[in-house]
């Protein structure tokens, strides 16, 4: 390689680690694509027939799987920044939902609520039903990683730096999708080796509103903060305690995720009313 050439690459490649560092330290991310992919997988199990001919039907064929990173991509389009803060609700530990003043543009919880709505809604268009249907998969899955349900001065623990296996990571992402990522299968794969659960285990999972499963990942939340600090070298140790809360919580939003859609499609508005109760 001559003088030029290899001053150019050297640019070209002082520009390329400059792009993926800025991008890496900007990006506010949610469970990374498998723990949502795998959220979809799970939801498509436990949905009766009826409630999944007709989501199919509304998503042209595409599965749960395929759709539940879309909210995500579009992150991409200044169009969607006001769908930003349905990612997460933040509020203080001990403190009830509504206690702190709302996010004027929507939190999680009122994100889900709103793609219920719009999907149920019969003047809807059918890109309009699409669109939240999408939304309201991706929703399920981050209301279930407890750093979505976390502190404001911390973004959900975006801004605990840690280093992961010796690489620079935070507390948000480790929860994200270090351990899951390190776990190293696919979404397929882990949705197919899920934990047993007996027909009332699960009855037990898709029992309770909204609420009570955002305060669950609140305890969750405050767990979570206490298992590391700041500049923690985070590893197989940490890993051995706490992916099985990963899992755990990624197969309960996925069997919540088809009991939702199940009310969604095939449900009464006052059962939806009960769902919805105290927001
Ligand atoms: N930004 C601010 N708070 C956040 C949270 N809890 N999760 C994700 N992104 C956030
Ligand atoms: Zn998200
Ligand atoms: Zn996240």
């Known amino acids: 390689m001559d003088f030029f050439n290899f001053t150019f690459m050297k640019n070209i490649l002082i520009l390329l680690s400059l792009f993926i560092?800025?991008?890496?330290?900007?990006?506010?991310?949610?469970?990374?694509?498998?723990?949502?992919?795998?959220?979809?997988?799970?939801?498509?199990?436990?949905?009766?027939?009826?409630a999944l001919k007709k989501i199919n039907t509304l998503l042209n064929g595409t599965s749960l799987a395929y759709v539940s990173i879309h909210?995500?991509?579009?992150?991409s389009d200044p169009k969607y920044n006001n769908f930003s803060p349905w990612h997460y609700v933040n509020f203080k530990e001990g403190e009830k939902y509504g206690e702190t003043p709302a996010h004027p543009?929507?939190?999680?919880?009122?994100?889900?609520k709103s793609c219920i709505l719009k999907i149920?809604?019969?003047?809807?268009?059918?890109?309009?039903?699409?669109?939240?249907?999408?939304?309201?998969?991706?929703?399920?899955?981050?209301?279930h990683q407890p750093l979505h349900v976390g502190n404001a001065e911390d973004k959900g623990?975006?801004?605990?730096?840690?280093?992961?296996?010796?690489?620079?990571?935070?507390?948000?992402?480790?929860?994200?999708?270090?351990?899951?990522?390190?776990?190293?299968?696919?979404?397929?794969?882990?949705?197919?080796n899920t934990k047993h659960k007996t027909t009332t285990e699960i009855a037990n999972i898709k029992s309770g509103s909204l609420l009570d499963w955002t305060y669950e990942s609140k305890a969750l939340a405050t767990k979570v903060y206490a298992s590391a600090k700041m500049n923690d070298n985070l590893s197989y140790t940490y890993m051995y305690h706490h992916f099985p809360i990963a899992e755990s919580q990624l197969q309960k939003a996925g069997i919540r995720l088809a009991h939702v859609?199940?009310?969604?499609?095939?449900?009464?508005?006052?059962?939806?009313?009960?769902?919805?109760?105290?927001?």
């Open 105 to 112: 543009k929507g939190d999680i919880i009122q994100g889900i």
């Open 21 to 50: 560092g800025i991008h890496s330290s900007f990006a506010l991310p949610n469970w990374g694509k498998t723990g949502h992919r795998v959220v979809g997988a799970i939801a498509e199990k436990h949905l009766s027939r009826k």
């Open 120 to 143: 149920r809604d019969t003047n809807s268009s059918t890109a309009d039903k699409q669109f939240y249907l999408k939304f309201l998969v991706h929703l399920l899955g981050d209301l």
């Open 71 to 75: 909210a995500d991509e579009i992150k």
């Open 157 to 192: 623990g975006n801004t605990i730096k840690v280093d992961w296996f010796n690489t620079a990571s935070n507390l948000h992402r480790v929860w994200d999708s270090n351990m899951i990522d390190s776990y190293k299968m696919s979404y397929s794969e882990l949705s197919n």
């Open 261 to 279: 859609l199940q009310l969604v499609f095939c449900g009464k508005n006052t059962e939806l009313d009960t769902f919805f109760n105290g927001i």
